[in-house]
């Protein structure tokens, strides 16, 4: 029998990230012609770890999720989760892997948003199983969490776009996948259930050492609730880093084609970042 | 559940006790119970009236309740794999392209038995899938299907069916269906040997589809939500369509084209019962023979002693419904 190694040289699943992309270039075919829309992307997501993607509207950000869950094919490049091409997984072990809460996902108007949750337990059900009490308490869990237990059997189409939203990030909460995709998690919401939300995810990272990739249009808010954070800029990466060292003025201001102040928070530090004041 | 299947039963005894022979609702009974148990009831019983009863009535019922079924099923299949709440096997086409196919091997006389099975369903089926997979195509648009090209696509494609196939009805006089049984649909020819048909098609697809009920929950959300909950898209949709396209076309091979049952009947059950495929689905073909065997007893009964094609009357109903759901639709579901 092998010695046990030391604590430190141990293969520890830490050390595996969840999400391994490298080189990723994506290109959409549309009227025949091809556009880029990725060049060269190259990032990795941990466990226990928040990665916030920013840049500008057509950046990349959601093609980037989408080659995530194999919604789009890449020209070049890999993508693995926990160590497999997404490329050589099913659709089932792809969702066993990592939950996407989309944009704008369209929910059917006549489903309530408990049938809408307890959907994230899909993957792992056979054909003919159906939903045990196991599952209906996962769910249930992930409503309680999200605040949306209480509008549990009102029908999609009765939901505010907020409550419609949070029933999404209830879903793949529900899947219990260990890396978690959020495409604009908080583009519907109020500042309470931003907060909520993104306290929610921090909360599955640090307990449960579950990682999150998420696209995040408000750069104050994802200074203050990622660990690291990716800037795109027209499909390629524009910077990487600790918040404090991607959200720069002369980078932002770059990136985004407008001038941008970044200053510390009194309190924590952090930056926030403004659009810069002019002064006539 | 029960009451649904209390429903049915109800039906299916008035469906037999009625008709344009006037016979005595005990004597139908005798007629039944004899025939079923094997006891010795009906011998006071003319025989005409047993044969009214036994092979005149009730396959006509069963017949009936069958194509109401498969199509109230494969109604709910399409709206689900669609998204849109007006798809249904007449509205989208496949209905009357399973007429169309049914009509040319009707019409070209050759023998369609398989080792004792019919194959007229299978050429409805091709002519169902020729429909599916056409009005797909033309009516998609990107990831979904808009309920104007869908409703469009079906229509016109319905249009080219029917004319080609009253063509070939028309020219052909040697055949003992008539036009308007095929394009309008009616039960009047039933028999023992079309439930025959019927059944080898329209059973193995009703149980994929019942098998699929929480999948194609799923499949009701977006295709891309759906595939991050581990769904198949593409192999999923196709075993749906198939199957639904298959029972549709079973059900008109023996019915000809009968409309709007796949979108009233899915429509009251979710009112009454929700969305979830699962009761959704067993709830439609439920409700579907019923609602269909009883359209087909006002199609006896209504104009007596002639018949209307229990379409038109399928029509009358769904027609209004129709219209009242476009109205509302606005693409929600």
């Known amino acids: 029998m092998a010695k046990a190694l030391p604590v430190a040289q141990r293969p520890s699943p830490e050390h595996t990230p969840l999400l391994e992309v490298r080189g990723l270039t994506v290109a959409y075919i549309r009227h025949g012609r091809s556009r880029i829309a990725l060049r060269g992307v190259s990032l990795n997501v941990s466990p226990g770890e928040v990665l916030g993607l920013v840049g500008p509207n057509g950046s990349g950000k959601t093609t980037l999720i989408r080659a995530v869950t194999g919604a789009v094919k890449p020209l070049s490049g890999s993508v693995r989760l926990l160590g497999d091409d997404v490329a050589s997984l099913s659709q089932r072990e792809r969702a066993l892997r990592a939950a996407v809460v989309p944009q704008e996902p369209v929910l059917p ?172 | 559940m029960s009451l649904a299947c209390a429903a049915l039963l109800c039906v299916v005894m008035i469906g037999v006790a009625l008709g344009p022979a006037n016979i005595p609702l005990d004597a139908t009974l005798r007629v039944l119970v004899s025939r079923l148990t094997g006891a010795d009831l009906d011998s006071n019983v003319p025989a005409t009236w047993q044969t009214i009863v036994w092979d005149v009535r009730l396959p006509r019922v069963l017949l009936a309740g069958l194509a109401g079924g498969t199509l109230a099923m494969s109604g709910a299949t399409y709206q689900g794999v669609f998204r849109n709440p007006l798809a249904e096997p007449y509205l989208i086409g496949v209905a009357t392209g399973a007429a169309l196919g049914a009509t040319i091997v009707i019409v070209s006389g050759v023998d369609v038995s398989l080792g004792g099975v019919s194959a007229l369903p299978l050429a409805a089926f091709a002519g169902a899938l020729v429909s599916v997979v056409t009005v797909y195509g033309v009516a998609r648009v990107g990831n979904s299907v808009p309920t104007t090209t869908l409703i469009l696509a079906g229509v016109a494609l319905s249009s080219l069916a029917t004319a080609v196939t009253s063509y070939l009805m028309l020219k052909d006089t040697s055949n003992t269906l008539s036009v308007f049984s095929v394009v309008l649909g009616s039960f009047n020819t039933a028999t023992w040997a079309k439930v025959a048909w019927v059944l080898p098609y329209a059973l193995p697809a009703s149980v994929v589809i019942l098998a699929h009920g929480r999948v194609l929950n799923v499949l009701s959300l977006d295709e891309e939500q759906a595939r991050a909950l581990g769904v198949d898209v593409e192999r999923t949709k196709l075993i749906l369509l198939g199957a639904a396209s298959l029972a549709s076309a079973a059900a008109v091979s023996v019915s000809g084209t009968i409309g709007f049952v796949g979108l009233i009947v899915p429509h009251a059950v979710r009112m009454i019962w929700g969305s979830d495929n699962r009761a959704l689905l067993p709830m439609s073909i439920f409700l579907g023979a019923a609602f269909l065997i009883g359209a087909d007893v006002v199609a006896r009964m209504a104009d007596r002693p002639s018949e209307i094609p229990v379409g038109i009357i399928t029509a009358f109903c769904g027609v209004p419904f129709f219209l009242y759901l476009l109205r509302r639709a606005r693409g929600a579901y």
């Open chain 1, 109 to 280: 108007d006549t489903f309530t948003a408990l049938e809408i949750v307890i959907m994230g337990r899909a993957p792992h059900l056979r054909l003919l199983q159906n939903e045990g009490v196991g599952d209906l308490e996962k769910a249930r869990h992930s409503m309680l969490a999200t605040a949306t237990w209480e509008v549990a059997d009102r029908p999609a189409g009765e939901l505010s776009g907020g409550e419609r939203q949070r029933v999404v990030v209830a879903r793949a909460l529900a899947q219990e996948a260990p890396l978690l995709l959020l495409d604009e998690p908080t583009a519907h919401l109020d500042l309470g259930h931003q907060a909520a939300v993104l306290d929610l995810m921090r909360g599955l990272c640090r307990d449960d050492g579950r990682g999150v990739l998420a696209v995040v249009h408000d750069l104050t808010l994802a200074a203050r609730y990622c660990d690291r954070l990716v800037l795109l800029s027209a499909g390629e990466l524009a910077a990487a880093g600790r918040p404090k060292d991607v959200l720069r003025t002369d980078l932002l201001s770059e990136v985004y084609g407008a001038a941008v102040e970044v200053f510390p928070h009194p309190r924590t530090g952090l930056p926030v970042v403004a659009p810069a004041a002019t002064d006539g």
